[in-house]
Each structure stands twice: as structure tokens, then as C-alpha cells.
T-cell receptor
Framework: KQEVTQIPAALSVPEGENLVLNCSFT??????LQWFRQDPGKGLTSLLL?????REQTSGRLNASLDKSSGRSTLYIAASQPGDSATYLC???????????FGKGTRLSVIA | GAGVSQSPRYKVAKRGQDVALRCDPI?????LFWYQQALGQGPEFLTY????????KSGLPSDRFFAERPEGSVSTLKIQRTQQEDSAVYLC????????????FGQGTRLTVV
């Protein structure tokens, strides 16, 4: 059974700092990996989707990498801002249109 | 609409009451998923539809939970005889029929059973 772990569970950084969030999964036979952002009381906003054949994806200040063979992904946030404060969730699928398996998330606070 | 829409946003139910949660997916999206998110946890899979067919309901926690999507668009998640442990946020997601299969989520329905 696929299990997804996110480290750290919570992180507090000063504004402007670059940071890395980690995600690991136990079964490397994934179809894709998706990073989401969740604000308190809100739904999930998709940030980046990485297909299993890809190594990384970038969107603005965000960069996600995927090392499928070792079962790891990282989300890099450059020049963090208070507006980045949220919970970041990592999720994987085993094949097209199968359910996402989520980690518990990393709660990020960026202090002005 | 432009995104996945869920209603109601908040629901308070007395223990034993039946509830119905609605999901309106993005137009043209074939796949629809329901997830349950407990406080401080990641979402957990409940059930999956492809058009009107319920292809996987292995995540439904008990026979009090029932989902339908009769015309392949709007879906309803029904919980009968609600219990306190049903309190959670219920999230709906839809995906396009081909391509990257990226999941798009609604705002969720926060259910509180008192």
C-alpha cells in the first residue's frame, strides 16, 4: 500500500528566505506527483504536477523535483513571502485517474 | 462554472441525521473523486466515478455512506445516521478525460456532527 510522508510537519521562516519541503513515497511505481496548497478552511489549489517521466517542474518562485527511483520529491520556494503561509500537500497516483494518496502536509508560516 | 463547486460550504448535523453533500465538477471532466479530510490530516479517498459509473468505492468507511452521479455530471455524497466521527471536510475533485489527469478540487464542505 502506497504511503506518503512529508517532512517537516511544520516550518516557520523569516520573509525572504528560500526553503525546501520534502515528500517521500514508499512505492516508486507512480504515474504522477502533484503538489497542492491549502489555506485554512479552504480547498486544495494545485501548484505543480510532475509526470513520472519528468524530473522537475517550475512555476514562478516554485520548483518541484522528482526522483522516482528513490521515492522522493522536493518543493523549493524561493524568496518566501507572508502570502506563502499555508499547508502544502504532496500526493501521488499509481496510474491515470486512480485516487491520489496524500501526505499529511507541511504547515508553513512565513514571518514578515 | 470555472471551477469545482461544492455545497453547502458548512453543515451542522445532529447525530443520527441524514446529510447530502453536492459536487458540481468542471464541465467536461469525466472523472470525479470524493475525499474525506480530518483535522490536521491529508485527504483520504472515498470513492471515484468515471462519468455515471462508480468504479471504486473502496474508501467509503461504512454502509452509511453512499454516493451517486446519475447523469455523469453533478455528484451527491449522502451520509445516513451521521455520527460524531463523520465530522470532517469532504472534498470533491474532478479531472479531464485525457492528458495530464491533473486533479482540480472544490472548496469542500465542512461537516460537524453534534
Amino acid at each position: 500500500k502506497q504511503e506518503v510522508t512529508q517532512i517537516p510537519a511544520a516550518l516557520s521562516v523569516p520573509e525572504g528566505e528560500n526553503l525546501v519541503l520534502n515528500c517521500s513515497f514508499t512505492d516508486s511505481a507512480i504515474y504522477n506527483l502533484q503538489w497542492f496548497r491549502q489555506d485554512p478552511g479552504k480547498g486544495l489549489t494545485s501548484l505543480l504536477l510532475i509526470q513520472s517521466s519528468q524530473r522537475e517542474q517550475t512555476s514562478g518562485r516554485l520548483n518541484a523535483s522528482l526522483d522516482k527511483s528513490s521515492g522522493r520529491s522536493t518543493l523549493y520556494i524561493a524568496a518566501s513571502q507572508p502570502g506563502d503561509s499555508a499547508t502544502y500537500l504532496c500526493a501521488v497516483t499509481q496510474s491515470g485517474n486512480t485516487p491520489l494518496v496524500f501526505g499529511k502536509g507541511t504547515r508553513l508560516s512565513v514571518i514578515a | 462554472g470555472a471551477g469545482v463547486s461544492q455545497s453547502p460550504r458548512y453543515k451542522v448535523a445532529k447525530r443520527g441525521q441524514d446529510v447530502a453533500l453536492r459536487c458540481d465538477p468542471i464541465s467536461g471532466h469525466v472523472s470525479l473523486f470524493w475525499y474525506q479530510q480530518a483535522l490536521g490530516q491529508g485527504p483520504e479517498f472515498l470513492t471515484y466515478f468515471q462519468n455515471e459509473a462508480q468504479l471504486d468505492k473502496s474508501g467509503l468507511p461504512s454502509d452509511r455512506f453512499f454516493a451517486e452521479r446519475p447523469e455523469g455530471s453533478v455528484s451527491t455524497l449522502k451520509i445516513q445516521r451521521t455520527q460524531q466521527e463523520d465530522s470532517a471536510v469532504y472534498l470533491c475533485a474532478s479531472s479531464p478525460p485525457t492528458g495530464l489527469t491533473e486533479a482540480f478540487f472544490g472548496q469542500g464542505t465542512r461537516l460537524t456532527v453534534v
